[in-house]
């Protein structure tokens, strides 16, 4: 069986939140995301429920993150990847919308408007 570019368990993007800072600015925060590289039948079948259900993608996301690097606190110290860590990211909107930005370029192999991977 020919080993095809591009075939892995995982695979690793970049991811940037953008947080509101007290200047009334936006701070850019990036860091990389890893996620469970899915089946081309299981990605179609997400994009369907997302077309024609209005699944959200941040499940999916949560779902299939395995690890994240770069990430840092407001001390500047690293943020360890667990699930408590991963429920606080997704619970604060900027880190979710990051977080399924980077499981949607993952996944879809697209390019989403203003990002940079």
């Given at each position: 069986?020919?080993?095809?570019?591009?075939?892995?368990?995982?695979?690793?993007?970049?991811?940037?939140?953008?947080?509101?800072?007290?200047?009334?600015?936006?701070?850019?925060?990036?860091?990389?995301?890893?996620?469970?590289?899915?089946?081309?039948?299981?990605?179609?079948?997400?994009?369907?429920?997302?077309?024609?259900?209005?699944?959200?993608?941040?499940?999916?996301?949560?779902?299939?993150?395995?690890?994240?690097?770069?990430?840092?606190?407001?001390?500047?110290n690293p943020i360890e990847?667990?699930?408590?860590?991963?429920?606080?990211a997704m619970d604060l909107?900027?880190?979710?919308?990051?977080?399924?930005?980077?499981?949607?370029?993952?996944?879809?192999?697209?390019?989403?408007?203003?990002?940079?991977?």
């Open positions: 069986m020919p080993a095809f570019k591009g075939k892995k368990s995982e695979i690793t993007v970049h991811a940037q939140a953008e947080i509101l800072n007290d200047q009334n600015r936006y701070t850019k925060v990036p860091f990389r995301c890893t996620f469970r590289k899915l089946p081309a039948d299981q990605v179609e079948e997400l994009r369907r429920l997302e077309r024609d259900e209005g699944l959200d993608p941040s499940a999916a996301a949560r779902e299939n993150l395995v690890g994240w690097s770069d990430l840092l606190d407001e001390d500047n990847f667990s699930q408590d860590a991963v429920e606080e909107m900027a880190y979710r919308t990051a977080i399924q930005n980077a499981f949607i370029r993952a996944q879809y192999n697209v390019k989403l408007v203003n990002s940079k991977n």
